[in-house]
Every structure is written in structure tokens, then in C-alpha cells.
């Protein structure tokens, strides 16, 4: 398998990455629950990138990508495919530079995160909700504007980014014996692997994805990628398969996933807005959740959270309108 | 006026409540949100007392009062009255030193503060939403339990904890022009005035209050107390209305008094949802709506905003089901 593979970012392309992104990022606080220690007998700390720029960790990954770019590549702008907070993320990072970004964006995508693209300068190309569709459309787009191709989450340059935010963690908690991450593309997981197997090889990985969108699972059981198109999950963010490059940071690195239902996700997604009185995405729910449902995994350890975004629509919360 | 009072907190009680009650308290972080400052031309320093133990900044004066009592007055517990985050904070800290809090609370009270009373072990006596019925109420409660009566706000321990909080934001900034908070019975502004009017004595400090609870505004203007019974506004903790000991700091230290309509109230509090993703009550929102609707007082300052508390009954979203 790594034969294959030519374009893994390194340790040392994540240091980069961090000094050439700090200028457009948050370095994001890590908030921690007295109550939500008690009910897990875990030590929670959460890193909120639900505070990031552009309300997602993805801007991480988004800024290395666009500021990495020579001028003459800049020039053309950049385009993705994206579910949502890699589109907000890449727009902001490109509206940052001052060149265009052209998203190709499932029709079906939340109003209020196709808003917010919109807000940041991005330019939407609409497609089918299905893997299949969002990659025809998006050829298109490419062979029209000749953009750099930003993938949301294989590009080495967006693990290299998203793998600044464990960094960040460590250097913020006096040790850690855990780290879990929602995994949907495995873009987080991944720059999380790439960040801990160098810096603090001991801590162990999970990931959490729902039971209903659970590739990633059956990849990691099965021993090679597994992709879904078009699973059906509240957490819309974590829809997407993994990719070659993914693929060898959760098959080497990762110590188990852990899968929790729909109504667990909401669960857990609640709880946290009441308890911790922020505002997270169903997508990053699947950590507590995990954690709610697999106690015996994590008592007593100390483990780093991230909470991936906020970016929500208020007037469609899921225990208002269902899921 | 000033004749009549002989029960101020002094700025060294003030000192001496962050001592006493440091143990029992967060040090709540300043949230800052680029967004908000383009929007409003001023430079905003969010303190985020949602974050704080019980959801909300009354844990301070509440703390200040329940550990500053001799052993012989706590062994028969405290009591209070309140529309909810004092009871709260009272029953937390009562919880802490292991001594009973009896509460006086409206039968119309949000399930979802009952709910966090009990959970902190609070004994609930309901009266009726007026000013007249809880105080009837409360003289009951007290005579049988001898408890020691802490006042939601008008009592000099919890003005001097309150005043904690401004303490803190100008320890995490660096130097301010204005402050602003809402103001109902005035706890947090008098704290607030205590503390800056000896520490930065050239800050500035404004109240915001809903329309149709403006009984502070009105005293302000008039230059006596004014009471509402019962007022009518989403903005539930803003209700009641100023007492001696808060009018004195009211009525020499604000600058002015600011009011907000409901409608202002509900879109400050859904946009800062919707950009900061933290969770703040409808109480903690005049503030950010009385500086977007008066942007000529706070353009180009430094302004710190104190949001008071995050506990909302999320079943009950102002926005979904109407105010």
C-alpha cells in the first residue's frame, strides 16, 4: 500500500504549515466540563475549533493549501468540492489572499453554510448530493477556470494544516493519554495522526463516526477503503469516504473507531450546548458520544476532544425539527 | 441619598471576595470576534461569564456570600429569591460549603432552571411572577428556617463579588474605554461600577435594558427609583427592579443607559449564536443590540461586554417558538 503513495505530507511540513497559517487562524482555547468529567469519569479537554476562523478546523487546511501556492499558480484561484465548512474555509482563505474560490457544493447543503460561502466571496456551482455528481460537476468547474484543485480532505497540503491543531492541543495540556476526532474524509484524524506519531507517540487515536455513514469503520475492519456514496446522517459533515492519502494515517495510526447512532450524536450534541454552552455541529458530536457510550475506553484517562465547528443552522436544530 | 445607606461593599471587599471565592469560580476567557468588530466599528471584548460555574456570573456574589459566612449563620443554610441564575448560583455555592439553600422562585420560570436548582440540590418554595407575591413568599420561607437571606442583588456580599468579574476583564485586556451590561436589578453593573470606579476610573460604563422592562432607564432619567411589578420581556433575568444599594452606584458611576426593543433583543442574541457559537441567554443581549443600534457611542472604543449567562432552555429557542 505505501508504495503507492508519493505525496504524504511530513512532521516537518505540519511545523510549516503552523508558522505559515498562524497570521489567518485561531489558536483555539481548550475548554474543559466538571460536569462532563463527572458523567465520563474521563478528563475531557475539548479543543474548540467550533471558535476557528470561518467556525471550522478546516481553515486550517484551507490556509496552508492557499498560501502555500506560488503567485503565478494563485492567480487562477482555487476549487473544491465540499460539504460545507471546507468550502466556508477555502473561501475565507482565498478571500484572505484576494484570489477567487469556486466551489462545487451539493444543492442540498444547508442554506445557512451556502450563505456564508457566499459571504466570504466564494462562487457556487450546485450538484446532486452523491459523490458521483459533486466529482463530474466539479471537472467541469476545473477545466473552465483552470483553479488549483483544493481536495477537502487528501490533499496533503490540508492534513499537513488540520494536523497544526494537535499541536496546538498538546501544547495547551499538560499530557495527554487519548485523542478522539470525528471522521468523515479523515482530513482531521489524519493531520491528528501525522502531528502525535512524531510529537507524543503514546497517545492513542480514536475516531468517531455514525453508525449511519460508518465506511470508515468497515475500512478500518476490513483492512482497505470502503466508500459509501450517499449515506444518509445528521452529521452532514462526515459523509465522505477516505482517500489514499487518509487512508494510510487511520490504517497505521489509528488505535480503534467507534461508531454511535443518530440519536446518540443528537444526544450528545445537546448535552454539550447545554453543559458547555457552545455551539458545536451534529459532525462533531460522535466524540462524546463515543465516549457516553464506550465508558470503559476512556475512564480515567485524559483525553483531547476536538470539536471540529459551529457552524449550524439555528432555525433547523435537530430536537426542534427532528432528523 | 447617600446618607441613608450605611451597608456599601468598599473596593477592598471587593479584593477580598476574588480571594475568597477563587476556589469556587472560573476564571471565564475574552472571546473576541472580527466579524462583530467590522459590524459595529468598535473593538469588542466579550466576557464570557456563560462559561462560569452554574452557567452565570451571579456564582460570584452568590459564592462571596455563602463562604463568607461565620460557621454558627451557615449552619441554617441561606435563602433567596430570584428569577433563576441566583437561585442557582446560591444553591451551588450552598452546595460547596454542604449547608441547605432554600429558594423563592416564579412558578413561571423556565423548566430548565427548576430543573438546575434541584440539581444542585436547592429546595424550591414557588410564587406567583410578580415582585409583590415572591416577596410575601420569601418572608414565609424565612421565618421557618431562619435561613440567612442573601438578595439577588441589592446585598453588599454579592455587589462586592459581582464586582470580581470587571476585575477580570481588565486583567485580560489591555486597557478598555467602555463597558456595558444589562441591567435589571443592577448586581452586576454596581459590582462593576465598584470596581472600575477605583481600578480605571476613565472607563466608561453603560447598562442596557429591554424597552419593556426599562425601570432602571427610567430611575437614570428621573434620578429616583422607579419599580415595575411583573414587566413583560424574553430578556427573564432583567426583570426586577433596582434597591438602594444598586441605585447608589447606578446613579453615580453610569454614564447612560441604553435601551433595546425585543426584536433587537432576539437578533443580538441569535447573531452571536450564530458568529461567536456560544450560548448566551436572552438576558446577556441588550447589551450587544444597544451597541448596534447606537454605533455613534461606541465606534472606534474598546469595549468590554459582559455576557452574564448561558442557561436557555433549548427546547424553548425565542426564535423558533416566538417571545
Known amino acids: 500500500?505505501?508504495?503507492?503513495?508519493?505525496?504524504?505530507?511530513?512532521?516537518?511540513?505540519?511545523?510549516?504549515?503552523?508558522e505559515r497559517i498562524k497570521p489567518y487562524i485561531h489558536r483555539t482555547p481548550v475548554l474543559t466540563s466538571s460536569y462532563l468529567n463527572e458523567l465520563t469519569g474521563a478528563e475531557l479537554f475539548f479543543k474548540c475549533e467550533n471558535f476557528q476562523k470561518a467556525g471550522a478546523f478546516k481553515v486550517r487546511g484551507a490556509s496552508n493549501a492557499v498560501f502555500g501556492l506560488t503567485d503565478e499558480m494563485a492567480e487562477k484561484g482555487v476549487a473544491t468540492h465540499s460539504s460545507g465548512n471546507h468550502a466556508l474555509s477555502l473561501s475565507y482563505a482565498a478571500g484572505r489572499r484576494g484570489i477567487p474560490c469556486h466551489v462545487v457544493m451539493p444543492r442540498t447543503?444547508?442554506?445557512?453554510?451556502?450563505?456564508?460561502?457566499?459571504?466570504?466571496?466564494?462562487?457556487?456551482?450546485?450538484?446532486?448530493?452523491?459523490?458521483?455528481?459533486?466529482?463530474?460537476?466539479?471537472?467541469?468547474?476545473?477545466?473552465?477556470?483552470?483553479?488549483e484543485f483544493v481536495h477537502p480532505y487528501n490533499d496533503p497540503r490540508v492534513i499537513a494544516g488540520q494536523g497544526t491543531c494537535s499541536k496546538e492541543l498538546m501544547e495547551q495540556t499538560d499530557g495527554l493519554d487519548a485523542v478522539i476526532a470525528p471522521i468523515g474524509g479523515g482530513g482531521m484524524v489524519s493531520g491528528t495522526c501525522l502531528t502525535l506519531?512524531?510529537?507524543?507517540?503514546?497517545?492513542?487515536?480514536?475516531a468517531a463516526e455514525p453508525e449511519q455513514a460508518d465506511d470508515a469503520y468497515r475500512s478500518f475492519k476490513a483492512g482497505h477503503i470502503i466508500a459509501d456514496d450517499a449515506p444518509h446522517t445528521i452529521a452532514d459533515g462526515l459523509k465522505v469516504p477516505l482517500k489514499e492519502n487518509t487512508w494510510h494515517f487511520v490504517s497505521n495510526h489509528v488505535t480503534d473507531i467507534l461508531t454511535t447512532s443518530e440519536d446518540e450524536i443528537v444526544a450528545a450534541m445537546k448535552l454539550t450546548w447545554q453543559r458547555m454552552k457552545i455551539i458545536m455541529e451534529a459532525s462533531c458530536a460522535p466524540p462524546l458520544a463515543a465516549i457516553l457510550k464506550n465508558p470503559?475506553?476512556?475512564?480515567?484517562?485524559?483525553?483531547?476532544?476536538?470539536?471540529?465547528g459551529g457552524n449550524v443552522d439555528l432555525d433547523k436544530l435537530p430536537w426542534v425539527v427532528g432528523y
Do not use: W
Open 1 to 18: 500500500m505505501k508504495d503507492m503513495i508519493t505525496n504524504l505530507p511530513s512532521y516537518e511540513d505540519m511545523l510549516a504549515a503552523h
Open 109 to 147: 447543503a444547508p442554506q445557512a453554510k451556502k450563505d456564508a460561502v457566499r459571504g466570504y466571496g466564494g462562487i457556487i456551482t450546485e450538484c446532486e448530493p452523491s459523490t458521483t455528481s459533486r466529482e463530474a460537476v466539479f471537472a467541469e468547474v476545473q477545466a473552465e477556470t483552470g483553479a
Open 197 to 206: 506519531s512524531t510529537l507524543a507517540p503514546e497517545v492513542e487515536i480514536y
Open 296 to 308: 470503559d475506553v476512556f475512564r480515567g484517562k485524559r483525553v483531547g476532544v476536538i470539536i471540529t
